[in-house]
């Protein structure tokens, strides 16, 4: 299982073999540490837990945790996985050459919050027409007057848009500096700059 916690930098563009200027996103891959390897008999399920930058914020708790891994605080995230590795223990760190170029992953980043927006910019509602008497320029219109009388859970209505969990699936890895700690993703990832984002081979 090859995943990481990384930190996005932001975007460049780099030209591939057959000439074409493709653009990547850059994502800080400071070493990951394991901090914990779950099981079925204790945990109910298989899961690795890595550890990625400082945590300045960890509670008590958190903190009784890393004591047992003989680690500082770090932020956590947990990646599930089929087999537990053999050759890997905690305390092991993993760096950015676990990817290599060509591989294909999914990237996994919590996207730029835009605040309360309206129907048009949140759902792509059609605006209302300005001639002819017509008032309801950015207005949502009817949103169900009859049975079943009462509103239903997702209707598309205005409210709070972004700042949600977002995956992007089967991206390809255009490269990976080791000496910079870097790898370079084909194509966006949601977030913005200094964001978390986790980085995972597609199943």
Do not use: C, W
């Not at 460049?12 to 073999?17: E, G, H, K, P």
């Not at 995230?77 to 760190?93: C, W």
Request: aromatic share 4%.
């Amino acid at each position: 299982m090859k995943a990481l916690i990384t930190r996005k930098v932001g975007m460049t563009s780099v030209i591939s073999d057959d000439g074409a200027l493709v653009p990547v996103t850059l994502l800080s891959a400071t070493p990951n540490v394991i901090t914990q390897i779950k099981n079925e008999e204790t945990d109910g399920y298989k899961a690795l837990a890595l550890g990625f930058g400082e945590d300045k914020k960890a509670g008590k708790t958190a903190q009784g945790h890393f004591k047992l891994a003989g680690i500082m605080p770090k932020i956590v995230r947990e990646f599930r996985i089929n087999e537990l590795p053999e050759e890997q223990k905690v305390g092991d760190k993993l760096s950015a050459d676990v990817f290599n170029v060509g591989d294909v992953v999914d990237v996994t980043g919590t996207s730029k919050g835009k605040g309360f927006a309206g129907t048009i910019k949140r759902h792509n509602f059609h605006r209302g027409r300005k001639t002819h008497g017509g008032r309801s320029y950015r207005r949502p219109g009817s949103i169900g007057s009859m049975y079943p009388q009462h509103i239903l859970k997702g209707k598309k209505m205005a409210g709070q848009m972004g700042h949600e969990q977002v995956t992007t699936k089967r991206l390809k890895v255009a490269l990976v500096d080791m000496d910079l700690n870097v790898i370079g993703v084909v194509g966006a990832v949601p977030g913005p700059r200094k964001g978390i984002v986790l980085i995972k081979e597609t199943k």
